[in-house]
């Protein structure tokens, strides 16, 4: 079934759904996009994704053409107009059309398209066995050049990166910082537990500010898991007892082998396993409803 697309205001067919090649978000990149889900009638964390959206927005001083509320409204249109309850949903900002030049000004009006798919998800054995994940030689765009906060149309850096993970037959892999710190991986954020504490890398170190991982610390908090933002180099992914993947997509997924070492005994952890099932309930019960 075809799908409808909004497009600047407008809900059309999917073959219709089309955009200038003049649009800077083709021609450099210049825009910014969320991935978010709806979980069973709701949008999970939608908040939390149009606050990166516009944040991001802010630093490119790209002018978003919709408030907030006329953005919530705008997703939950689609939404209703393709009659997801469970949904993959893409939102997209580009700076719009402008000339061949690179200067932003050249373009009068930011587009927003918003794509309403269903999900197509991760295999099951991911969940059950776990991942096997290597270290790419890619390193994260640094920080100072081009801030990975900013969840930009330009994936150049961690296409790059998820080239060698094709290459090398895995489904993931690490990224590290300039300074070899672990950074993240291609589309998603990483996590260790070790000796019962949970370590995910800071954000300064270069790495997206992930909404799922943002809603997995505050679910190891309450559950009384210690948790802690640190630097981490390669080694200590070796060396913990879990590991485990979180994004929009994947949701909180086990790796249990970095380039060919065993994480612990080679099989989902326990506190792996206990986040995942609080974060399952998570997505049944919160989130802003689709059809109220
Ligand atoms: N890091 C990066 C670099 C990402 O792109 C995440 C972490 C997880 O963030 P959230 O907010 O979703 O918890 C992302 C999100 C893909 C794909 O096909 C992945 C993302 C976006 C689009 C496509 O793997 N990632």
Same mark, same amino acid.
């Given at each position: ?11 059309? /067919? ?93 373009? /009068?009006?930011?587009?927003? *398209? ?19 994940? *290597? ?7 640094? /920080? ?57 890398? /800071? ?90």
């Amino acid at each position: 079934m075809g799908l409808l697309i909004y497009l600047d205001g407008e809900l059309v /067919p999917q073959e219709q759904a089309k955009i200038s090649v003049f649009d800077h978000g083709l021609l450099y990149g210049d825009g910014l996009f969320e991935g978010i889900r709806a979980y069973n009638g709701r949008v999970f964390l939608l908040q939390e994704h149009l606050e990166r959206l516009y944040d991001g927005a802010r630093a490119l001083q790209l002018q978003i053409p919709l408030d907030v509320d006329a953005m919530t409204e705008a997703v939950l249109e689609t939404l209703r107009a393709n009659q997801f309850q469970d949904a993959y949903i893409r939102l997209i900002v580009t700076r719009g059309v402008g000339d061949l030049g690179l200067d932003p000004r050249k373009c /009068p009006k930011a587009s927003v *398209i918003i794509i309403a798919a269903s999900i197509a998800l991760y295999p099951e054995h991911y969940y059950t066995q776990g991942l096997e994940l *290597i270290t790419c030689t890619t390193r994260r765009n640094d /920080p100072t050049a081009l801030d990975a906060g900013i969840k930009s149309l330009n994936y150049l850096n961690n296409i790059l990166a998820k080239i060698e993970t094709i290459r090398a037959g895995v489904p993931e892999g690490i990224m590290l910082s300039t300074e070899g710190y672990v950074a993240e991986c291609t589309g998603d954020n990483i996590f260790l537990v070790h000796d019962g504490c949970m370590y995910t890398p /800071p954000l300064h170190v270069g790495n997206l500010a992930g909404v799922t991982r943002r809603a997995v610390i505050e679910l190891a908090e309450n559950e009384g898991i210690c948790t802690k933002e640190e630097l981490f180099r390669v080694k200590e992914v070796y060396c913990a007892d879990e590991c485990f993947l979180t994004g929009t997509a994947a949701e909180l997924i086990p790796v249990v082998t970095v380039d060919g070492r065993s994480i612990g005994d080679g099989t989902p952890g326990p506190i792996t396993g206990r986040l995942r099932e609080l974060f399952a309930e998570l997505t049944q019960t919160v989130g802003m409803p689709i059809y109220p």
